[in-house]
């Protein structure tokens, strides 16, 4: 019998998508733009449509209300949701780092010692709730800080992070790249925890930890499989472009407000957080393990035993995208 052919996925059930992001310009979710950018959405037959938000809680809203399908944000939040009766899963991975910097601002802070010197101060997030903000607490939970020892602020992920820093209305900050690297390199912040690489992350969270991924109410993903196998096609599709592309491809795919002003600093930082993507799309099982293990450090409200993590995400799409694009 002859193999069928690849495109044999069946119907869209759903062809116009809207997917909510917390802070696209950021590294954190490269993938998507690439993805988008280089019309690989289009040619798996989607019109997807990306609505941008100050951070991954704020998106998360969006789908938890209605007003988008899915959510490209970090998987923890599936762990969190299912805490509260909310059943969510990740369908395709785009990061297995969490890419988040922890700095303090020289200029705030220029006698910082440890992180129990924060106690009081004020640290800038890019949205309450969001993982830069789940980051945080679980560093200030290492030397007795409850999240409410400190103020938290919500930056964003872009230029407003960079002004909060540097105009001194926060003393640190938990943020994602460029903005991390471009504080790093001008000296502004002394990075205290760094995730952007695989050895950080494990150094950090004492294993591999799923980041940023597609992920949608499990009612919308049994209901529309094969727009799911569409959208997990084309983040994979995106995620192979990314292993072979060179600094000059990845200016040229970009949207130009995306470099902040600074082309060098931008391209220092992508090499910086390369090895942060994912190749295939993913979800490793270690990881979901890891992440339970870092939200109940901190958050009394998440309870281990209670918390199914093979609801909370498949590997059953990415799979095939995976053999699909040879990832």
């Not at 129990?116 to 290492?142: H, Y």
């Not at 295939?280 to 993590?309: M, Y």
Request: one cysteine or more.
């Amino acid at each position: 019998m002859s193999a069928p052919p690849l495109r044999a996925q069946g119907k869209l059930e759903k062809t116009k998508v809207s997917i909510a992001v917390g802070g696209k310009a950021s590294f954190y979710y490269l993938p998507l733009t690439i993805s988008e950018q280089l019309g690989y959405f289009k040619a798996e037959g989607l019109d997807v449509e990306i609505s941008d938000f100050a951070g991954g809680a704020r998106a998360l809203q969006a789908v938890v209300g209605g007003s988008a399908d899915v959510c490209s944000g970090a998987y923890e939040h599936t762990i969190n949701l299912q805490s509260k009766n909310q059943m969510f899963q990740a369908f395709v991975l785009q990061g297995r780092a969490p890419q988040i910097a922890f700095g303090v601002s020289t200029k705030a802070m220029p006698n910082y010692k440890t992180l129990a010197d924060l106690k009081g101060k004020k640290i800038g997030v890019s949205a309450p709730g969001s993982s830069t903000n789940m980051a945080a607490n679980l560093l200030l939970s290492r030397v007795g800080l409850k999240p409410t020892d400190v103020s938290f602020i919500g930056v964003g992920t872009s230029a407003g992070a960079l002004a909060a820093l540097r105009s001194g209305q926060i003393d640190a900050m938990s943020n994602i790249d460029p903005v991390m690297t471009m504080l790093e390199q001008k000296g502004e912040v002394k990075i205290v925890s760094d995730t952007r690489t695989l050895k950080g992350t494990q150094e950090v969270f004492g294993g591999t930890m799923p980041a940023a991924c597609l992920y949608a109410p499990t009612e919308f993903i049994q209901k529309n499989p094969n727009t799911c196998q569409a959208l997990a096609n084309a983040i994979v599709h995106g995620l192979k472009w990314l292993q072979t592309a060179g600094p000059s491809d990845i200016i040229k795919t970009v949207p130009e407000n995306y470099l902040l002003g600074d082309r060098a600093l931008y391209l220092a930082s992508f090499t910086k957080v390369r090895e942060a993507f994912s190749v295939d799309g993913l979800i490793p099982e270690e990881g979901a393990r890891t992440a339970l293990k870092a939200l109940v450090s901190f958050d009394p409200a998440i309870k281990a035993d209670k918390i199914d993590l093979g609801k909370t995400y498949t590997n059953e799409f990415a799979r095939k995208a995976k053999d699909k694009f040879k990832a």
